[in-house]
DNA sequence: TGAGTATGTTCAG
DNA sequence: TGAACCTACTCAT
């Protein structure tokens, strides 16, 4: 699942078994092999993440920088090694364990002056310490682009993908066409706040479960464990866990958009519905 | 076993 | 706007 939370834990993961020490890197399939070289057997310094972007830092322009798309993996592996499964762009071989990258979008080796041009584009990180939420608030208070299009933009947010964008959408009753300059300060403070909750919460699960604990069919009805853990996303023409209204679809910007008719409904917005939305989907701390 | 689908991004036209 | 990337999972057969 590769949102932002999945490119933060894989380098919390590769600080944790690589960081510090020589690697073996390579390229099974051959189309890294030559940057591969460059960096093969060097000491891996330091391993982040901003958004869905991860890089690999091992010294003064060697940084290999790896997005994995919409299918890419990072797998994780004790050692010894296998023979490579598949198109193996990438293999990290550490002391104990050993990774073998698939499918990614990108994977290259970049200079600092790259990096930096990277990290400059990239908006409000909600897993990153130096995150500047104003300045996505910048964006989004003076864009006419609807927030479905905004929280995916990941120049104003970087790491939302198109899960945490419907379940964020939903948990705070805003309907996904809503004009960013149309946003209060005051639901894009409370909207931010809740992205840095679920971002972290995915984090530290290693899965996007976004259900306030009152609307997990798991824990209310004891079904199976295995039962979808969002309000929204996946489950159009299934009934909204907070109203019932079956949860509506449609292509936005060639991506799947989920949404609630009815708690996320368009404006007006009277005072009293407002009200009454927000003892349903008020912002739950974890 | 095979078809269909996906949480993303870039590039051609 | 659609294709490409080319993995892994789910579901139907």
């Not at 390579?26 to 993440?49: C, I, Y």
């Not at 698939?102 to 990290?119: F, M, N, Q, W, Y």
């Amino acid at each position: 699942m590769p949102e932002g939370h999945t490119l933060h834990r894989l380098a919390a993961l590769h600080t944790r078994r690589y960081v510090g020490r020589p690697v073996a890197v390579s390229s099974p399939q051959g189309r890294f092999a030559t940057n591969a070289e460059m960096v093969d057997g060097r000491v891996l310094e330091s391993a982040e993440a901003h958004g869905k972007h991860l890089f690999h830092h091992y010294g003064p322009d060697l940084v290999v920088h790896v997005h994995l798309g919409l299918y890419g993996r990072f797998s994780d592996d004790r050692l010894p090694v296998e023979e490579p499964r598949g198109q193996v762009r990438m293999r990290v071989i550490g002391e104990t364990h050993y990774g073998d990258l698939r499918g990614p979008t990108a994977c290259e080796l970049l200079t600092d002056a790259e990096v930096d041009a990277i990290h400059a584009r990239l908006g409000a990180d909600p897993l990153r310490d130096d995150a500047d939420p104003d300045r996505a608030w910048a964006r989004i208070s003076r864009s006419r682009a609807p927030l479905a299009t905004l929280l995916m933009d990941q120049s104003v947010i970087a790491g939302v993908g198109n899960v945490y964008r419907a379940e964020a959408l939903f948990r705070h009753g805003l309907d996904p066409q809503l004009p960013g300059r149309k946003l209060t300060r005051a639901c894009w403070d409370e909207l931010w706040v809740d992205l840095v909750d679920l971002l972290h919460d995915g984090y530290r699960r290693g899965k996007i479960e976004t259900l306030r604990s009152e609307h997990d069919p798991r824990l209310v009805d004891g079904v199976g464990p295995c039962a979808r853990a969002t309000y929204v996303y996946k489950r159009t023409g299934e009934p909204c866990l907070v109203c019932g209204t079956p949860v509506a679809h449609a292509r936005h910007l060639a991506r799947n958009l989920f949404w609630c008719p009815v708690c996320q409904a368009p404006e007006p917005v009277r005072p009293a519905r407002r009200a009454a939305r927000r003892t349903t989907t008020r912002l739950e701390r974890r």
